[in-house]
């Protein structure tokens, strides 16, 4: 979204909405302009594997802490994380944008 704004592509709120949405299911966002307007987003994710929170909780009972670290956006990261029953804290994205910020 801050591509789209920085190059002064106009992205209409419908458009805002949904990519909130789609991060917070652990998606990443791709947008499709076209004359200096935004005209599509698409949500792409890896599907995660369907015994995956309960491989955690078995670990969990094990004494292990499960976390995870992605190289996602944060929001796309607490999503994924919210899949497989991680706590916010436990869910780390590290995008370059993250990092150079700080």
């Known amino acids: 979204m801050r591509l789209m704004q ?23 966002l791709v947008l499709l302009s076209a004359q200096g307007r935004v005209e599509a987003i ?25 976390m995870l670290a992605s190289g996602d956006d944060p929001i796309v990261a607490a999503g994924v994380g919210r899949v497989i029953c991680l706590a916010p804290s436990d869910s780390v994205g590290l995008c ?3 990092l150079d910020r700080r």
């Open 42 to 66: 698409f949500g792409i994710g890896n599907l995660i594997r369907s015994d995956a929170a309960e491989m955690i909780k078995l670990l969990r009972m094990c004494g292990w802490r499960v």
């Open 6 to 28: 920085e190059r002064n592509v106009i992205v209409p709120d419908r458009f805002c909405d949904r990519a909130c949405e789609y991060a917070s299911e652990g998606l990443a």
């Open 96 to 98: 370059r944008e993250t």
